[in-house]
């Protein structure tokens, strides 16, 4: 079964420009999650998507969107580019969470965004 | 407000046991996970704990104790491929996933 693809790998813009990075989660995931992950740090949460709807973001400003499609894959927007949003940007999809399950999230490998 | 804590850096010999602690602070709490992640990789979920106690998973085991907003991995046998950033998680009553900056373990020979 395929795991959490994500595209493109590596994107390189430049300030001010728009950044489209898209997500698949696995087959019968309907959570999406999005997290920005700059060098050497954490995982910043960004966004969560469940059954189409944004149930979630974290404190990011409204320049970082995206949308969650009908077959539950996810595009993450980013509009007006500046140096530091230079990170890895990493999806993972989830099951839809019971009260007592594990709530694991599987991973994606990332797209690498480097803003010069 | 959210926020975790855990040490940034831990360094171990090989074979030896090595304990990451991590301190929440939540609203709603569900459970704490662990998830790791090799330089360059995605990370990848290691265990979960909703409840009170230890819960062991082969050389690695991971402990909760709710009322002190407290939890540790614990890994046993350590082995040069368990060199990678360790993050635990919190599990909010909104079901939202919620990481820590990560500890970096690095082990030597």
């Known amino acids: 079964e395929a795991g959490v693809t994500q595209s493109p790998t590596h994107l390189i813009k430049t300030r001010g420009q728009q950044a489209t990075l898209r997500c698949s989660p696995i087959s019968g995931h309907t959570s999406v999650y999005w997290y920005q992950q700059a060098l050497g740090l954490g995982l910043q949460f960004l966004l969560w998507?469940?059954?189409?709807?944004?149930?979630n973001r974290g404190n990011f400003p409204p320049r970082f969107s995206g949308r969650q499609f009908p077959n539950y894959s996810s595009e993450l927007n980013v509009n007006a580019l500046e140096l530091e949003d230079s990170a890895l940007y990493l999806c993972a999809s989830s099951l839809r969470l019971a009260r007592m399950s594990t709530g694991e999230l599987f991973f994606g490998e990332g797209s690498r965004l480097t803003v010069l | 407000g959210q926020s975790l804590e855990q040490p940034s850096e831990v360094t171990a010999v090989e074979g030896a046991i090595v304990q990451i602690n991590c301190t929440y602070q939540?609203?709603?709490?569900?459970?704490l996970s662990w998830y790791q992640q090799h330089d360059g990789g995605a990370p990848t979920f290691l265990s979960y704990?909703?409840?009170?106690g230890l819960e062991e998973t082969g050389r690695f085991s991971s402990f909760l104790s709710r009322s002190d907003s407290y939890g540790y991995l614990l890994l046993q046998e350590l082995q040069m491929k368990d060199s990678a950033s360790y993050f635990c998680?919190?599990?909010?009553?909104?079901?939202?996933?919620?990481f820590g900056a990560g500890t970096r373990l690095t082990v030597k020979p």
């Open positions: 704990n909703a409840l009170d």
């Open positions: 998680a919190v599990r909010d009553q909104n079901n939202d996933m919620r």
């Open positions: 939540t609203s709603g709490f569900y459970g």
């Open positions: 998507y469940d059954e189409g709807e944004e149930r």
